[in-house]
């Protein structure tokens, strides 16, 4: 990435000289907002401003060491540099914010602010205020340091086949080719290497556990699913909710996903199922193959981004000129996708671990929608309002591949591209199942915080049952009993996956409104992004054209439009 880019919004509160990687540097900023008297609307508007360029130019600190350490991750220097940050300047930093938003709270001029356009920042602020306890600042560090080992762990994982060594996301092409043996030779070498950092892994998840429990206590919450609540400031919805959704996924989504498995099996002429079965495309045909080489993707993707709007691929085709693009996948390189905007000068970065399959054109325009989502913000100037809640984030980026996927004839034929277009909807059948199965696991986890090893994977297989497929997985029970250990949000951001299963639902009803509307669902799209994140959600989700509702009212008529979709699409 070129990390010199030229300033489109000048410093006006922070030296432009200034050194954010050093506590002396940053103090005395922290300081003048602690100490400035705010007697009038003007000033706290103006201390509003500040306070966003300061925490702008910070979190650019930080997202510039955290690129560079996921981009290499057997750099020694750069994981020096992202852990020095976590360790010595955000502890720092937190209980300047706390007293920033006590400072705000108990300001009288706040009462003479326009009430609509400071209310979501209000209730953020005073969440956050109920949630700080300057005992938890160790323990986030410890957290954020337990995330990285386990990524670090996930990093160097490589498996020698076809005659080199490859990473865990090159090795997913394997599964997709026809012959069955190599397939199920594939499978069994990711699923040994995975299994030689079992230990580690439920090791660090242990101790994440139990960390993320005494941040709870702290803050006086009997548990921290309620302290995660508070921290993702879930206002519009409750755990009861996700529970509900968990319900509605098994009445409405468990059934259509076995009966495609089901389908397949037949297909395929298979007596049972076995997990390396999943990929493959069910009649023989050669897996989809879409690209060879990141500027192949690159260049697709703009085409079919041309074909949704013009002014979108306007701006994809500008992130790959100014470097804002790592597609590639590579040994050092951390494993996932993942959309990280630099807040100071207002930019996306997108980084996946492109390996020539289907799968990287959809994460590719997942990741896109973001990005899109942080440029149609850019010009807001309170930083807390240029991100949407993940509920509707998300919605950005599953909207963003479902418009892509009408016109995946850019990569294909016609029949391929359908081909590739009923295999997306049945991705979306296949996840909503595992994203309730992974967030009813996090509900229990947290509930049950003393829980053993044994009593984890007990539950683990439990939960199969609601949520699982019928593959048979004999010989291969430890495979099966830790699959959850690839999922990097158990990790790095617990639940934080409830919301892909919520914005997806949104996702499917702008992506109906495409369909039927064309151009004005894309306008109705865009409006939506443009209010970033100040709005509540159900306002987002509306101006979108969709509803903030995830029961099986909504779900079950989305599940017949998507298998109605599929029905019109050739096997």
Not at 557 to 563: D, I, T
Request: glycine letters at 4%; proline letters at 5%; aromatic letters at 12%.
């Amino acid at each position: 990435m070129n990390l010199n880019q030229p300033k489109e919004y000048p410093r006006r509160f922070v030296p432009e000289e200034a050194d954010l990687g050093k506590w002396e540097t940053i103090e005395p900023l922290f300081r003048n907002l602690q100490d400035r008297e705010l007697k009038s609307k003007a000033a706290l508007e103006q201390w509003l401003l500040d306070q966003s360029e300061l925490f702008a130019c910070l979190s650019e600190e930080r997202g510039r060491r955290y690129i560079r350490m996921t981009c290499h991750t057997d750099n020694a220097e750069y994981e020096k540099q992202f852990l020095d940050y976590l360790e010595n300047i955000e502890p720092r930093c937190k209980p300047y914010e706390h007293a920033l938003n006590k400072k705000y709270a108990a300001c009288p001029v706040r009462l003479e602010m326009d009430y609509e356009r400071y209310k979501v920042l209000d209730r953020n602020i005073d969440a956050e205020i109920k949630l700080f306890r300057e005992e938890n600042i160790p323990l986030q560090t410890e957290s954020q340091k337990l995330s990285q080992s386990y990524q670090k762990l996930c990093g160097a994982m490589t498996v020698e086949f076809d005659g080199q060594e490859q990473t865990m996301p090159q090795m997913a092409k394997y599964l997709e080719e026809t012959d069955r043996p190599r397939r199920q030779e594939a499978w069994e070498l990711i699923a040994r290497r995975r299994l030689q950092d079992r230990e580690k892994m439920d090791e660090i998840f242990d101790q994440l556990i139990q960390i993320r429990h005494r941040m709870a206590l702290n803050a006086d919450y009997p548990a921290f699913i309620d302290y995660a609540f508070q921290m993702y400031k879930r206002f519009d919805y409750t755990p009861l909710d996700c529970e509900r959704f968990h319900q509605a996924v098994e009445e409405s989504v468990v059934p259509l996903a076995r009966k495609i498995l089901e389908r397949r099996r037949e297909l395929m002429r298979l007596d049972r199922l076995r997990p390396w079965d999943t990929a493959v495309d069910p009649l023989g045909r050669p897996p989809l193959r879409p690209f060879q080489t990141g500027e192949e993707l690159l260049a697709g993707v703009h085409k079919i981004l041309t074909r949704v709007d013009p002014e979108l691929a306007s701006i994809f085709q500008e992130m790959g000129r100014r470097g804002e693009l790592d597609l590639e996948s590579r040994k050092g390189k951390a494993p996932g996708g993942y959309q990280y905007t630099l807040d100071e000068i207002r930019r996306p970065f997108i980084f996946m671990n492109a390996a020539g399959l289907h799968r990287d054109v959809e994460t590719l325009t997942h990741e896109a929608g973001h990005a899109f989502h942080a440029i149609a913000t850019r010009n807001e100037p309170l930083l807390p309002y240029r991100d949407s809640p993940i509920e509707f984030a998300e919605v950005a980026s599953m909207t963003m591949e479902l418009f892509c996927a009408e016109y995946y004839h850019e990569f294909y034929s016609e029949a391929d591209a359908a081909r590739a277009r009923r295999k997306h909807l049945e991705g979306i059948i296949e996840i909503l199942p595992w994203i309730a199965r992974i967030d009813a696991f996090q509900h229990w986890l947290y509930s049950h915080p003393q829980h053993t090893r044994e009593e984890r994977n007990r539950y683990w297989l439990e939960l199969d049952q609601r949520f699982g497929m019928p593959l048979d997985w004999t010989g291969y029970e430890a495979a099966r009993e830790s699959l959850w250990q690839r999922q990097l949000h158990l990790f790095c951001h617990p639940f934080y996956y409830i919301e892909y299963g919520i914005a997806q639902l949104g996702a499917l009803q702008v992506w109906k409104n495409f369909k039927r509307y064309g151009s004005s669902a894309v306008a109705d799209y865009k409006k939506a992004l443009a209010l970033g994140g100040s709005r509540p959600l159900p306002e987002l989700f509306k101006t979108a054209g969709a509803q903030f509702e995830f029961s099986a009212k909504i779900m079950a008529p989305l599940m017949s439009e998507v298998e109605k979709e599929l029905a019109s699409l050739a096997e």
